[in-house]
T-cell receptor, first 114, second 113 residues
């Protein structure tokens, strides 16, 4: 069973389009995250949700809007896509939003904006 | 500032050699956790280890070992008798009170047969 899953795995789209990435975890965790990994492999947190409530928003452009319909799902919607949005986006989850819990990552979604 | 530095961008060794990946961190927090993650060529991120700031015991798991030294703010990772399957990008990360992971830049490790 996949613990943290993301769809789609690859997403190619044109500038200006709107797209969504879905994430689901079956670990029973309370906290979910979105990270962005750029072309140099640098990983940076974007958002964190705990029990459907936003707890971290790391100065991400408001074209990015996370939505958590329930604590097992955290989707990422991106409006008006730009070339600089091309990256790999990782969803992750942890048991609680505490500093001590390890995060489990999904397989990543490679977004290419042309 | 809270920061993780992995000074080695790329390391290349021959199979069966031992290799150490360096990680230096900065934080003013007294309670924090350090992690190592592996990202193989397939792209997923795999959790390897967690260490809290109060536990400076070294950890060994098979061919992997970790050396945590608060005095030098380092959390280094050693692979003994490396294998080709160890080839990956390895990330050191610091977990802070704001419930987020701050990652280092990653070290790309290539094990040549």
């Amino acid at each position: 069973d996949t613990a943290v899953s993301q769809t789609p795995k690859y997403l190619v789209t044109q500038m200006g389009n709107d797209k969504s990435i879905k994430c689901e975890q079956n670990l029973g965790h309370d906290t979910m995250y979105w990270y962005k990994q750029d072309s140099k492999k640098f990983l940076k947190i974007m958002f964190s949700y705990n029990n459907k409530e936003l707890i971290i928003n790391e100065t991400v452009p408001n074209r990015f809007s996370p939505k958590s319909p329930d604590k097992a799902h955290l989707n990422l919607h991106i409006n008006s896509l730009e070339l600089g949005d091309s990256a790999v986006y990782f969803c992750a989850s942890s048991q609680e939003p505490a500093v001590s819990y390890e995060q489990y990552f999904g397989p990543g979604t490679r977004l290419t904006v042309t | 500032a809270q920061k993780v530095t992995q000074a080695q961008t790329e390391i290349s060794v021959v199979e069966k050699e031992d290799v150490t990946l360096d990680c230096v961190y900065e934080t003013r927090d007294t309670t924090y956790y350090l992690f190592w993650y592996k990202q193989p060529p397939s792209g997923e991120l795999v959790f390897l280890i967690r260490r809290n700031s109060f536990d400076e015991q070294n950890e060994i798991s098979g061919r992997y070992s970790w050396n945590f030294q608060k005095s030098t703010s380092s959390f280094n990772f050693t692979i003994t008798a490396s294998q080709v399957v160890d080839s990956a990008v390895y990330f050191c990360a610091l977990s802070l009170g704001a419930q987020k992971l701050v990652f280092g830049q990653g070290t790309r490790l290539t094990i040549n047969p």
